[in-house]
Structure formats: structure tokens, C-alpha cells
């Protein structure tokens, strides 16, 4: 079966950096993607890794180690609209590339 | 104007009844996906078309249809609705296998 890992929830201060983690155990790893989730409203794409490595876009970047099935996504200088679901989700070779997404991790910003 | 879209944004039925939610897109995308949310589990795939002649079941398509009746339009019917499928309906679109979905903004559907 495919597992994705995510802690359930997280604060952190505003201006802060945080980081949330992924664990992941598929078959036919095919890239990874992170999305930001408001509450009530529509995943909304944030990052996508296929290689190794960081990407960095703005405030934001993302990490992946194949070998570790492993990925973190890094927020900096936090706002409090950054409060939201992120959700980690993994590509799969087989099945016509698709998705499988974590449970989400609930970010809360507090001033 | 939104490029996803879903009609209804809110249902309330009742146990036994046929539900029909709706999707449309103006990306020009091939490929739809109908996922459903609940809370602690994340997104579940239900059915997902690659183009209107291709359609395949996903991960919890018990219980569920769909029509692909256009590029633009991919419908998901439940033909007998049952309280635990209750939950958070999305529809999304994407180019080719490779690149990122985009979500529509979702149908809270509740059944009694």
C-alpha cells in the first residue's frame, strides 16, 4: 500500500520559520508535490520536487531526499495567512501518475 | 473568472437519493480528477479521466459514477446516497501527468 506521513498539527510564532516534515512509503515514486489548503477553501499548488534537493520559491521552499522518502516544505518570515493545511502529496509511476495525498498538517500562526 | 468550477456548492439530501455534482473547466486541461475530503484522512481519489473517451476508477470509487461528457465537463453521480459520504467533493483539472492540478472550490455535500 502507499503511506504518506504528516504531523497532524503545528504552531508557530509569527516571523518565525517553520518546517514540516513528510514520510513517505510508495511504489514507483514519480516527484512529490506541496499544496496550501485555507480552511474551507481549495488546495492551492505550492512546490514540486522530482530530483533531490532544495527548491526555493520566495518564503518558501522544499526539500527532498529520495533514498530517506523523505521531504520537508520550509515557511519563513511567517504571516498569520500562512495559517492554513498543507498537504504533501506523492506521484505514483503506475497508475496513470497519480496522486496520493497525506492527511495535511495544520499550521496556526499566533502573533 | 474561475478556471474550476462546481455546481453545487452546498447539498443537503437525504439517504436513498441520486446526487449529481458537477465540474467544469476553462483551462483547456485533458485530464479530471474527482477527489473527496474528510478530515484526519485528506484527499481520496474517486475517478479520474484522462480525455472524454478514457475514464478509471481510483482509489474509493464504490458507491460512485461519473460522465465525461466533454473536455470541459466531468460529472460524479452517486446513484444512492448514504450518510458516509458525507464529506468535502473536489474536482481538478492538470495539462499532462507531469504537471500540477488545480482544484475547483469544492462541494460540501451532507447526507441525512
Known amino acids: 500500500g502507499q503511506n504518506i506521513d504528516q504531523p497532524t498539527e503545528m504552531t508557530a510564532t509569527e516571523g518565525a520559520i517553520v518546517q514540516i516534515n513528510c514520510t513517505y512509503q510508495t511504489s514507483g515514486f514519480n516527484g512529490l508535490f506541496w499544496y496550501q489548503q485555507h480552511a474551507g477553501e481549495a488546495p492551492t499548488f505550492l512546490s514540486y520536487?522530482?530530483?533531490?534537493g532544495l527548491e526555493e520559491k520566495g518564503r518558501f521552499s522544499s526539500f527532498l531526499s529520495r533514498s530517506k522518502g523523505y521531504s520537508y516544505l520550509l515557511l519563513k518570515e511567517l504571516q498569520m495567512k500562512d495559517s492554513a493545511s498543507y498537504l504533501c502529496?506523492?506521484?505514483?509511476?503506475?497508475?496513470?501518475?497519480?496522486?496520493?495525498f497525506g492527511a495535511g498538517t495544520i499550521l496556526r500562526v499566533k502573533s | 473568472d474561475a478556471d474550476v468550477t462546481q455546481t453545487p456548492r452546498n447539498r443537503i439530501t437525504k439517504t436513498g437519493k441520486r446526487i449529481m455534482l458537477e465540474c467544469s473547466q476553462t483551462?483547456?486541461?485533458?485530464?479530471m480528477y474527482w477527489y473527496r475530503q474528510d478530515p484526519g484522512l485528506g484527499l481520496r481519489l474517486i475517478y479520474y479521466s484522462f480525455d472524454v473517451k478514457d475514464i478509471n476508477k481510483g482509489e474509493i470509487s464504490d458507491g460512485y459514477s461519473v460522465s465525461r461528457q466533454a473536455q470541459a465537463k466531468f460529472s460524479l453521480s452517486l446513484e444512492s446516497a448514504i450518510p458516509n459520504q458525507t464529506a468535502l467533493y473536489f474536482c481538478?483539472?492538470?495539462?499532462?501527468?507531469?504537471?500540477?492540478?488545480?482544484f475547483g472550490p469544492g462541494t460540501r455535500l451532507t447526507v441525512l
Open positions: 520536487n522530482v530530483l533531490d
Open positions: 502529496a506523492v506521484r505514483l509511476m503506475e497508475y496513470g501518475n497519480k496522486l496520493v
Open positions: 483551462k483547456g486541461h485533458d485530464r
Open positions: 481538478a483539472t492538470s495539462r499532462e501527468a507531469y504537471n500540477e492540478q488545480f
